[in-house]
């Protein structure tokens, strides 16, 4: 039968299983969910799933399965490394109609969601309550918590309270025959059996497809406070880091944007830099219970701190807050503005490489003549280098990418760090893990995939070939 017949016959079938209007060919649809938000990648999708339930989904990977057509799944598309691009063709399997919230129970501080649940969502109704779900990747209004979850998706707040991986306390998947499982629930604590939960968290949709999330929620800090620092250069920022948590004092957040990245974010917002001679800045975020808890904690860093206390810029207020955050929250959009095309790196390195680390990959960079733009998570390491493509032409970008690839990585690699911090391996990272990773961990991914899917139907060609 050839894989038109197979398509054809697959639709019927879905559409005699799953409610008809769930299932869609059409091709402006199927050019919506061609792309993510990588930039300069397109896949070709064969056909469209609306999965409403995990019933729908385990139809959908038991037929598919059958026919050993591929399927792949998708939140909400915001992922940047290609993991819901149907890159060789496939089905791609939509779970944003799985998007309720089916119960937040405040006595054991547990939320229980299906997949599509819009991740900012989950943090308001949280709220409502006094809690918190503090993993907040910077997509948070746009992006779902099963695609959170299937990347191990982080944020700011990391440095204080973790990733996703963090909260997580139990999975409901479906494996690519159809089967149904939960692992975990609404405990707290399990040492039972092997983790499957912590296996599939970080799995970009190549083992099962999360249906239903089991979320640790906390009691919210009603009070923040945040400041902006201008620093003469990158290392004494990012040594306030150390100076800051050895010192006991433990901010929510602390991010870096390096000058470029703070030239390019208020030209983008047609603002004036505040501080346009500071080689770096660092946003710092202190929650706690009260302005009375926080105020001694400001004193101690405003006596620590290296800088004039004039030039920091404080915010309580939510607008004076909005002010400090509107320059690193649009350093993507300005990026995108500024040039379509371009290449977006999140190394993880110990805290205490980012300099020698951002200063080797500046230096090898050089000789290209080519721009980089750099900021991220200080408090822990994970840092984001963007190369812009600028005015270069595209076929002479595009031949650049795999050595300025090598440049980045390797610089990681050479001070302990390695490839994402959060983003995932995704498509175009593939060949990398291939390039770092030992033979023997290859080896290990290799039949771990196979032991979920041994037909290799679920999102293939991302993190690793199956071959
Ligand atoms: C402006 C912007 C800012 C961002 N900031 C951050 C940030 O601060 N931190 C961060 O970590 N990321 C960030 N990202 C990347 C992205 O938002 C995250 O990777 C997010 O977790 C993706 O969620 P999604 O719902 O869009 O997933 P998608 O893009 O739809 O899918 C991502 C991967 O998850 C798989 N998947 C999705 N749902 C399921 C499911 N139910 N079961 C199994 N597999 C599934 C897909 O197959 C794919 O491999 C940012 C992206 C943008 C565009």
Known sequence: MSIDEKIQQLKQKLMGTLNATSVSDDPD???????????????????????????????????????????????????????????????????????KILEIDTENMIAVCQPGVITGQLQK???????????????????????????GAGGPRAVKYGTTKDYITGLEFVLPDGSILQHGGKFIKNATGYNLTGILIGSEGTLAVIT?????????PPVTFDMLIPFQSLHDATSFVHTLLINR?????????????????????GEAMPHP????????????????????????????????????????????????????????EAIHTKSPVFLAE????????IVPFLTGVKQALTPYGIQSIMFGHAGD???????????????????????????????????????TGEHGTGF????????????????????????????????????????
């Open 428 to 467: 175009i990272r593939k060949d990398a893990l291939k390039q770092f990773a030992s033979s023997q961990e290859l080896s290990l991914y290799k039949r771990l995939k196979k032991a979920f899917d041994p037909n290799g139907i679920l999102n293939p060609h991302k993190i690793i070939d199956s071959d």
């Open 277 to 332: 001679q500071a080689h770096a800045h660092l946003l710092i975020q202190l929650d706690g219970d009260s302005y009375s808890e926080i105020e001694p904690l400001l004193n101690k860093i405003l006596s620590l701190c290296p800088v004039d206390p004039d030039t920091i810029l404080t915010a309580e207020s939510p607008e004076q807050k909005d002010r400090l955050w509107k320059a690193r929250r649009c350093i993507r």
């Open 249 to 269: 004092i433990r901010p929510a957040v602390i991010e870096f944007m390096e000058e470029d990245a703070l030239t390019l974010a208020a030209q983008y917002l």
């Open 381 to 419: 390491g994970n840092i984001h280098i963007d190369v812009l493509k600028n005015n270069m032409p595209y076929d002479e970008f595009k031949a650049l990418v795999p050595s300025l690839k090598k440049i980045i990585y390797t610089e990681a690699y050479k001070y302990g760090g390695t490839i």
């Open 212 to 220: 239903k999330i089991y979320c640790k929620l906390i009691p919210a």
């Open 29 to 99: 649809v199927l050019e919506k969910y061609a792309m993510d938000e990588t930039s300069d990648l397109k896949g070709d999708p064969w056909l469209v799933v609306y999965a409403k339930c995990t019933r729908d989904v385990s139809i959908t990977l038991s037929l598919c399965n059958t026919y050993k057509i591929p399927v792949i799944p998708r939140g909400a598309g915001t992922g940047v490394t290609g993991g819901a691009v149907p890159v060789s063709g496939g089905v791609v399997l939509s779970l944003e109609k799985m998007n």
């Open 125 to 151: 109704e949280a709220l409502q309550y006094g809690l918190m779900y503090p993993p907040d990747p910077a997509s948070l209004d746009s992006c779902s918590l099963g695609g959170n979850v299937a990347e």
């Open 346 to 353: 999140d190394c993880s390195v110990p805290r205490s490489s």
